[in-house]
Nanobody, 123 residues
């Protein structure tokens, strides 16, 4: 049974950093494309970043502040977020597409989702 569990969210002041984690189980993590998405209240869920093997792809406006990575030995996906802004406040979700070898990009193409972790950027 596939499980994705995000952690690492919380309340952070503007300018601060957070690292989100997504623990994966029930599928072959190392051969899966993994992604991060986020959804703020009243907004649609939006793409943040994804990693296919060791290749990364970002939402253009976030690539200078966010970094996606993976540790295949721990079946864990990460999102390092720096210089956080209030507009980064959202629920962050990880998603997986087992067996994919390249970028997926579109949320409808992802097969599995975690419940999300809340990030609130506020002073």
């Amino acid at each position: 049974q596939v499980q994705l569990v995000e952690s690492g969210g919380g309340l952070i002041q503007p300018g601060g950093s957070l690292r989100l984690s997504c623990a994966a189980s029930g599928f072959n993590f190392s051969t899966s494309t993994m992604g991060w998405f986020r959804q703020a209240p009243g907004n649609e869920r939006e793409f943040v970043a994804e990693i296919a093997r060791s290749f990364t792809y970002y939402k253009e406006s976030l690539k200078d502040r966010f970094a996606i990575s993976r540790d295949n030995s721990k079946n864990t996906l990460y999102l390092q977020m720096n210089s956080l802004k209030p507009e980064d406040s959202a629920r962050y979700y990880c998603a997986s597409k087992p067996g994919a070898t390249w970028f997926v990009r579109h949320e409808k193409e992802y097969d599995y989702w975690g419940p999300g972790t809340q990030v609130t950027v506020s002073s």
